[in-house]
């Protein structure tokens, strides 16, 4: 029998312990899951960052660890773990972020906003905005994520340019790459949206300098993570109207601290780390499809590169 442990806050044990052994059980795989192994004795890690184990150096058996999130900038350091640690890739979390970052993106778009605030019995001045055609979309790391909303965004006619690490070929989308494409990425984009993992390149990607390259009064949007962002760089940029408004949905420090002045600013939209839930019913098919693997000598999938930090 396989021993799985599964190491993550209890409110996840009660949302994934029956998903994951309905799986395991369709899957044909006999095992033990429980929040409580013998390290030593331990086939496999379910994981989450904010969960229980933080050093695997007694778990000798363990053949991977699976996070059940999707970045894992938290992790990929950790000195005491030397098994394959596989990241969550997931269709639902996928498209998730996907309807997220087009609903705030079409808000912007459109300029919702001007119409939904202004229910005071004034007939304002009709402000057409322009196609999707004329508002070009610049999307920061198009890899599961970041690719699946560029192609959402193409469907409705924005004109999409992705940028990545390592040269990429997403259709539909211009796709620039390494520190000469970001500039051409950033040059005049109308909407800029984040989709990196956190690493020591992507820091503070978004800054004074880069922020100044977009057109003026740009929309940022930021699902990917907070240290992407110079939180000062934006504040001065969304001051002088460089960028008209700012939707973050992740922060340097979580929850963002009740004094930090994106509350506060009105070209800001703070949402609590929401754009894209894992959900436990396709989260523990792949996860026991990555045990599957394991089990009959495949290799796992969506495995963790650590020397380059995702
Ligand atoms: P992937 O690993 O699939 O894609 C990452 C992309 O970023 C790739 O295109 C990669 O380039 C690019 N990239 C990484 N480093 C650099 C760099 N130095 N320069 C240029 N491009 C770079 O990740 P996902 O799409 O699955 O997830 C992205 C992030 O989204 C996660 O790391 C997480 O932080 C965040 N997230 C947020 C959620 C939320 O609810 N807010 C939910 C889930 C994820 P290349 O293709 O060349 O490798
Ligand atoms: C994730 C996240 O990484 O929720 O999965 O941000």
Redesign the pocket.
């Known amino acids: 029998m396989l021993k799985v442990l599964f190491s993550a806050k209890p409110a996840a044990w009660e949302e994934y312990h029956a998903p994951l052994n309905a799986a395991f059980a369709a899957a044909g795989l006999d095992v033990d899951l429980s929040r409580d192994q013998v390290p030593a004795e331990t086939d496999y890690i379910v994981f989450a960052p904010n969960g229980p184990v933080k050093d695997f150096a007694p778990y000798t058996k363990t053949k991977a660890v699976l996070s059940l ?3 894992v900038e938290t992790v990929v350091d950790n000195a005491t773990l030397t098994q394959p640690l596989c990241r ?1 890739v997931d269709t639902s ?1 996928t498209q998730g972020m996907v309807e997220w970052v087009t609903g705030h993106a079409l808000r912007h778009h459109l300029g919702i906003d001007a119409h939904i605030h202004g229910q005071d019995g004034i007939w304002r001045d009709q402000i057409t905005p322009p196609l999707a055609k004329a508002r070009p979309v610049t999307i920061l790391g198009i890899g599961a994520l970041g690719a699946a909303c560029g192609q959402a965004l193409t469907a409705f006619g924005f004109p999409v340019t992705g940028w990545s690490r390592s040269a990429k070929d997403v259709p539909g989308l211009r796709c620039l790459h390494g520190d000469d494409g970001l500039k051409a990425a950033l040059t005049d984009a109308q909407i800029v949206i984040t989709l990196l993992p956190q690493t020591p390149q992507t820091g503070n990607i978004l800054n004074a300098d880069s922020l100044a390259l977009l057109a003026k009064g740009a929309f940022v949007i930021n699902p990917g993570r907070g240290p992407l962002i110079d939180d000062d760089a934006l504040l001065r940029a969304l001051d002088s109207g460089q960028i008209a408004h700012a939707t973050l949905d992740v922060f340097r420090v979580e929850p963002l601290p009740a004094d930090h002045p994106f509350w506060a600013h009105p070209q800001v939209t703070v949402t609590p ?1 929401i754009a ?1 839930t ?1 959900r436990a019913e396709t989260a523990a098919e792949i996860i026991v499809d990555n045990i599957r693997r394991g089990e009959t000598g495949r290799p796992f999938l969506n495995v963790v590169d650590r020397g380059r930090g995702y």
Do not use: C, E, K, R
């Open positions: 999130w999707a970045g969550l979390l780390h894209a894992t």
